[in-house]
Each structure stands twice: as structure tokens, then as C-alpha cells.
């Protein structure tokens, strides 16, 4: 079983930057396949950048590119989100998850979430 706990989230001002961590236990992370997803009140829940176990890197949503960066640490099984350039659209609660397929469809293993809040 494989535990996902966020961090980094809180309130900003439009324009700063965060870095979400999420730490990983219970399964060799470099095993793992890593998203960061972020739902707001109202929406579906939309998954913003995936790091795979070979490093390989996606951002499905145009909204982030250029601005928000994933990266993987295996030697503190941690995963992050640089987030740069932060707009109140951005508002949402972050959560990590992770598979150990090399690009799921669906991820097996959920954190509980970090709220990030970005006023104008």
C-alpha cells in the first residue's frame, strides 16, 4: 500500500510562486508513476503534469505550461509542483497520486489534498 501526503499548499497573492512536495511511502518510489491533479469547487478534477518512473513528462493542460514544473527526487521519495506565476484561476485543492504503470489511465494511490488559495 502506498502513502501520498501533500504539502506547501496556503494562501498567495497573485503572481507568487509555491512548491507543492508530496512525500511517498510503502512502495519503491522509483517504481512509481507520478501526477498532480487539482479540483476546484464545481469542476472535474483536472490532472496537470505526470512524471513517469522513465522521468518522462507531460503537462495536458495548456492553462499551466511555462508556469507550473513537476519533478521527482527518488532519493527522498518525494515528488514535486513548482508553481510560478500564480493567478486566482489556480485556486484549488492539489492532491499527488501515483501508479506503477508507466502512463495510467487511471492512478491507484491518492493523497489527501493541500489547498492552495491565490487572490487578486
Known amino acids: 500500500q502506498v502513502q501520498l501526503v501533500e504539502s506547501g499548499g496556503g494562501s498567495v497573492q497573485a503572481g507568487d510562486s509555491l512548491r507543492l512536495s508530496c512525500a511517498a511511502s510503502g512502495l519503491t518510489f522509483s517504481w512509481l508513476s507520478l501526477g498532480w491533479f487539482r479540483q476546484a469547487p464545481g469542476k472535474d478534477r483536472e490532472l496537470l503534469a505526470a512524471?513517469?518512473?522513465?522521468?518522462?513528462?507531460?503537462y495536458p493542460v495548456d492553462s499551466v505550461q511555462g508556469r507550473f514544473t513537476i519533478s521527482r527526487d527518488n532519493a527522498e521519495n518525494t515528488v514535486y509542483l513548482q508553481m510560478n506565476s500564480l493567478k486566482p484561476e489556480d485556486t484549488a485543492t492539489y492532491y499527488c497520486?501515483?501508479?506503477?504503470?508507466?502512463?495510467?489511465?487511471?492512478?491507484?494511490?491518492w493523497g489527501l489534498g493541500t489547498q492552495v488559495t491565490v487572490s487578486s
Open positions: 497520486a501515483a501508479d506503477v504503470k508507466r502512463n495510467p489511465e487511471r492512478y491507484a494511490y
Open positions: 512524471i513517469s518512473w522513465r522521468d518522462e513528462v507531460t
